[in-house]
């Protein structure tokens, strides 16, 4: 049984860093593509940054020179390093894997993701 445990979230201040982990079982991740997305009050879940099998990273615009996901297959792990953190960044993050390995379609679409960890909430005062 796949599961996704995420840890590292906090309340910071703008301009403060935090790195989230997610911890992955019950399979062997090395051929899966690793994504975060996250869900702030009253709004829909969107997606923050991924890593595919081989590595190719991708990023929400408004994150991309601010956060940097990385994995350590063996650890079965993925993070995000998140720096310069603002307000607009508070919301709960999810850690998600796709079913299948060598996944190589739309990582942006939370739809492609059939697993998902319980969150981890990061707020960001200002």
């Known amino acids: 049984q796949v599961q996704l445990v995420e840890s590292g979230g906090g309340l910071v201040q703008a301009g403060d860093s935090l790195r989230l982990s997610c911890a992955a079982s019950?399979?062997?991740?090395?051929?899966?593509?690793m994504a975060w997305f996250r869900q702030a009050p009253g709004k829909e879940r969107e997606f923050v940054a991924a890593?595919?099998?081989?590595?190719?990273?991708y990023y929400l615009d408004s994150v991309k020179d601010r956060f940097t996901i990385s994995r350590d297959n063996a650890k079965n792990t993925e993070y995000l390093q998140m720096n310069n953190l603002k307000p607009e960044d508070t919301a709960v993050y999810y850690c998600?894997?796709?079913?299948?390995?060598?996944?190589?379609?739309?990582?942006?679409?939370?739809?492609?993701?059939?697993?998902w960890g319980q969150g981890t909430q990061v707020t960001v005062s200002s």
């Open positions: 019950g399979r062997t991740f090395s051929n899966y593509a």
């Open positions: 998600a894997v796709p079913n299948f390995p060598y996944y190589n379609g739309n990582y942006y679409n939370l739809r492609e993701y059939n697993y």
């Open positions: 890593i595919s099998w081989s590595h190719n990273t």
